[in-house]
């Protein structure tokens, strides 16, 4: 099995059980000053669209689409049950909702975004480069990007819950900060 397959096998099956990690402690503080940070960049005085790479169940979206009624977005993952996750919790929204499944290593899609998200979507990438390109092709002028990467804690915090000991210790071994980078 290749490792495109085996990525598209773990988020299909967990996809239902998805969202239960982001009320652990960790992922919920984690979350909770992403948050904060997020929704400094997007207006509530203009209609937005915003696209969310490697959406999965649309737990960022969620967020947007409730607290800023002035928005737009499409979502794409590959995996179809995560979206199909997604779907349903965002199913409120529907009109204001596009969903897409696609490899996102091969999106081209037609429209531009004011808001790109990208979140924890980097460790999928053999280059960020690649990332960046398809960013790049689908955000506006003075568009903004959002981009966050794995970092030390959260390889310490998914290690720990799923009793990975000998992880844990080489995540303890390779320290590195959390990235976060905002782009217009």
């Known amino acids: 099995m290749h490792e495109k397959e ?26 909770d000053l992403l948050w904060e940070i997020i929704k400094k960049y997007i207006p509530r005085n203009k ?15 969620y ?23 997604a779907e349903l919790k965002l199913e409120k929204f529907k ?10 290593k091969k999106l081209k899609l037609d429209e531009q975004f004011d808001i790109i998200l990208n979140i924890y ?4 990438f053999d280059s960020a480069d690649k990332l960046i390109e398809i960013v790049s092709s689908h955000l506006k002028s003075k568009g903004i990007s ?22 844990v210790k080489k995540c303890s071994r390779k320290r590195n900060r959390y990235i976060i980078s905002i782009c217009s």
Request: aromatic letters at 12%; one cysteine or more; hydrophobic letters at 40%.
């Open 6 to 31: 085996i990525i598209l096998k773990h988020f299909n099956n967990i996809s239902t059980k998805y969202d239960e990690n982001n009320k652990k402690l960790y992922w919920k503080l984690s979350d």
């Open 47 to 61: 209609a937005i669209t915003f696209l969310e790479l490697g959406a999965g169940t649309g737990e960022w979206a």
């Open 63 to 85: 967020k947007i689409l409730k607290e800023f009624d002035n928005t737009r977005c499409v979502l794409v993952d590959f995996s179809n049950n995560m979206l199909s996750q």
């Open 95 to 104: 009109d204001r909702v596009k969903i897409i499944n696609s490899d996102i």
């Open 121 to 124: 979507v980097l460790p999928f």
């Open 146 to 167: 959002i981009s966050v990467g794995e970092n030390f804690y959260n390889g310490l915090a998914l290690n720990i819950l799923k009793g990975n000991s000998s992880e």
